[in-house]
């Protein structure tokens, strides 16, 4: 509930007038992004997923290439680095034993530099990279990543900015971004107040022992990130897809069963994701639909669905996160597990 305000406290002082500021990410930066040619990101859990949506925005809007990889596997194969290749970091703790020591292999490899975007000020992570962006998320108290998520996600946008300016970017699409962060956290707010309909929807879970996330686009990511969240805090077995894979394989798990929730912003994805949900609705699995308010979705007895604010497509990721969020928690809740430690997992994994 405090991400309206964190998201605000990340964006201040490096967005006005229409520009955001490059300087904030170190002195050198401006000399650096002139070189970026591509972009490697590497991460862990819930900052990977960040990382992924973060790959749709800088090859879409920046026309940047970007490869991510978890840094529990980045750092046990042989690398191919490309001349101009951005080596970025993402972490809330700044600690993450994986993510460190991908970084230090980075620095032995022929990076341009090394870039981390992190929470916790002179932590590891933040020492030992080139350039450092912080969020302002403050501390995370509980063990599975939420502010820490979406203030990655208004980080990465900023990032993707600054390099896009260089690619092809145009300064009227910046502008338009830039503006669209503005309305940002009114936006979280909006949605936030949503949650009397969420906790009504997340007694239809608590029972269950399985669950499927869908998404495409952008928003694949995010229901990857809204199945993290659930298997953390309420145990609750739960995978993701983009919708267009359900034929390949995950369809024969559904039946009555089998929640199936979809992240539905109304954009040039949705006639097709309709099309994957009614596949899943034909074999008789109940739809959880987090919805753009004119998207077309009723409730009935087989669909339960929670309308959302129009939002720009830039913000969708940010934006559908904050109800996923809100389920695992009252799912939790309900099921009386501990939301803030989780059973087997540890807020920082140092080793
Ligand atoms: C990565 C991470 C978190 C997760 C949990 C364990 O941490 O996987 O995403 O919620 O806390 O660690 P970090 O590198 O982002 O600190």
Redesign the pocket.
């Given at each position: 509930f405090e991400q309206a305000r964190v998201i605000g406290n990340t964006l201040q002082g490096r967005i006005g007038q229409h520009k955001v500021l490059e300087q904030v990410f170190g002195t050198s930066a401006a000399d650096i992004f002139d070189q970026v040619q591509r972009v490697q990101i590497i991460?862990?859990?819930?900052?990977?997923?960040s990382g992924l949506v973060c790959k749709y925005w800088l090859e879409d809007w920046a026309g940047i290439p970007c490869d991510i990889e978890v840094?529990s596997e980045y750092r046990y194969r042989k690398v191919v680095v490309s001349p101009g290749t951005l080596f970025v970091?993402?972490?809330?703790?700044?600690?993450?034993a994986?993510?460190l020591a991908a970084l230090r292999l980075a620095k032995e490899l022929n990076y341009l530099a090394s870039l981390t975007i992190?929470?916790?000020p002179n932590s590891s992570?933040a020492r030992e990279s080139d350039l450092v962006f912080m969020t302002q998320a403050g501390p995370?108290i509980g063990?599975?990543?939420t502010k820490?998520?979406t203030t990655?996600l208004v980080s990465l946008q900023l990032l993707t900015i600054v390099l896009g300016r260089r690619h092809q970017l145009s300064a009227e699409r910046e502008a338009e971004l830039v503006e669209a962060l503005h309305s940002l956290p009114s936006l979280c707010e909006e949605v936030l107040s949503l949650d009397p309909e969420v906790l009504e929807m997340s007694e239809h879970f608590s029972e269950k022992h399985h669950s499927l996330f869908l998404g495409r686009g952008p928003q694949y990511p995010v229901a990857m990130e809204g199945a993290?969240k659930l298997k953390?805090i309420s145990y609750i077995h739960a995978e993701s897809y983009p919708a267009g894979e359900l034929k390949h394989g995950p369809l024969a798990l559904v039946d009555s069963d089998m929640p199936i929730v979809a992240v539905a912003p109304n954009n040039d994805l949705l006639e097709k994701l309709k099309s994957n949900l009614e596949e899943v609705q034909a074999r008789g699995g109940m739809l959880f639909v987090f919805a753009d308010k004119d998207a077309g979705f009723k409730n009935n007895g087989s669909t339960k669905v929670i309308n959302l604010p129009h939002v720009p497509a830039s913000l969708e990721p940010i934006i559908y996160t904050l109800p996923l969020q809100q389920l695992s928690y009252h799912v939790a809740v309900l099921k009386g597990t501990d939301v803030d430690q989780p059973r087997n997992?540890?807020?920082?994994?140092t080793v």
């Open positions: 991460a862990c859990g819930t900052s990977y997923h840094a970091t993402i972490s809330q703790s700044g600690e993450t994986d993510t992190c929470n916790v992570l995370e063990v599975a990543s820490a998520f990655q993290l953390e997992l540890a807020k920082s994994v």
